[in-house]
């Protein structure tokens, strides 16, 4: 009867278990429906930001630019993808543009300039103090442009996002 029913369409590949739902719209860099630029890693200085408008924070709370879903250290690569991709998509609609460059900074803040159209992220120094989705450091040399990078405390990732699609091998 119904569990005769049960166990059938579980051998006929049928019955599919859900998984939990995350809140992460995407799980890879590439699915973001911007193109997203990579521009390197760079110091930032508290006193002297780079960018001056924190776009969004998903590590505190109590932030004026907080947002969800809060850093997921277990799933921090699909974490990272998706907010990139959210961040970008934010000042671009905010700033009404088709292009705009962000910061990723202390693995879960995103900075940029809502006023500035080109704002110089290179007012510090460049640094490899960066790590990717995977908690590796940040290599320059061996740089694959799908994956996705964080500052640390007083660094920042930069990248520039545009209104396009782009596709990874």
């Known amino acids: 009867s119904l569990l ?48 001056p408008d924190q776009i969004m924070n998903s590590r505190d709370p109590t932030s004026n630019a907080a947002s969800n879903p809060i850093i997921d250290w277990g799933n921090y690569n699909a974490f990272l993808s998706n907010f990139i991709c ?50 590796s450091p940040y290599v320059k040399t061996n740089y694959n442009q799908c994956q996705v990078h964080t500052g640390q405390s007083s660094t920042m990732f930069v990248y520039k996002v545009k209104k396009y699609y782009r596709t990874c091998p």
């Open 4 to 51: 005769f029913f049960v166990i059938s369409l579980a051998s006929c590949g049928l019955l599919v278990q859900t998984a939990p739902d995350t809140g992460l719209k995407i799980q890879e860099l590439v699915q973001c429906p911007l193109q997203v630029e990579p521009l390197g890693c760079w110091k930032d200085k508290r006193k002297d930001r780079a960018f």
């Open 86 to 135: 959210e961040c970008g998509k934010k000042i671009l609609k905010k700033k009404n543009v088709d292009s705009a460059v962000i910061g990723i900074q202390y693995y879960a803040e995103c900075w940029g300039d809502y006023l500035k159209k080109n704002p110089n992220f290179k007012i510090h120094s460049k640094t490899e103090s960066c790590l990717t989705g995977n908690y």
